[in-house]
């Protein structure tokens, strides 16, 4: 029989520390990760969303779209474009940034002239929209919606 070799108090000591060390440097790694978190999320909260739908009626011959509940392009031939313009504002206790997406079958023609800007308090911006129907779509009524986000502005 050969005889085992007994860890000394020493070693078991060093392999005490060394884990206590471990543990005490990924605490501190989830803390901070945990706080920049926090600290990002509570900058770049959102505080408000809408959404509105959008229309574009793709036809021979131009009509007007005139619904206030709706960001309606009218009648657009096939390589035309059309405008429209839509009031944002801010009526929150401090400044927002305002990102603005599109969803649908317009999403893709649909442009707006500025974007990810920043509303102060009280304050309203005019904003244009514009679409361009490609040459080579169908006639028909196309639809989507523009989705305007409000932000915490950092």
């Not at 070693?11 to 790694?29: E, M, R, T």
């Not at 509105?52 to 009626?57: A, F, N, R, S, Y």
């Not at 405008?83 to 893709?108: C, T, W």
């Not at 800007?117 to 679409?131: G, H, M, P, T």
Request: hydrophobic share 40%.
């Amino acid at each position: 029989m050969v005889p085992r070799k007994r860890k000394s108090k020493k070693n078991k000591k060093k392999v005490s520390i060394k884990l206590w060390k471990l543990i005490a440097f990924i605490l501190l790694v989830s803390i901070i990760c945990i706080s920049a978190t926090k600290l990002f999320y509570e900058s770049h909260s959102i505080v408000e969303v809408r959404k509105l739908p959008v229309k574009v009626i793709v036809m021979d011959r131009v009509g007007l779209g005139l619904q206030e509940d709706v960001l309606s392009f009218g009648g657009v031939s096939p390589g035309g474009t059309s405008r429209r313009q839509m009031i944002i504002a801010s009526y929150h206790d401090e400044p927002l940034i305002v990102s603005i997406k599109f969803n649908g079958d317009v999403s893709r023609w649909v442009q707006v002239e500025e974007n990810d800007f920043r509303l102060e308090k009280d304050e309203e911006k005019r904003i244009e929209f514009s679409v361009y129907i490609p040459l080579e779509t169908k006639k028909g009524e196309y639809e989507g919606e523009v989705i305007v986000i409000f932000k915490k502005a950092a």
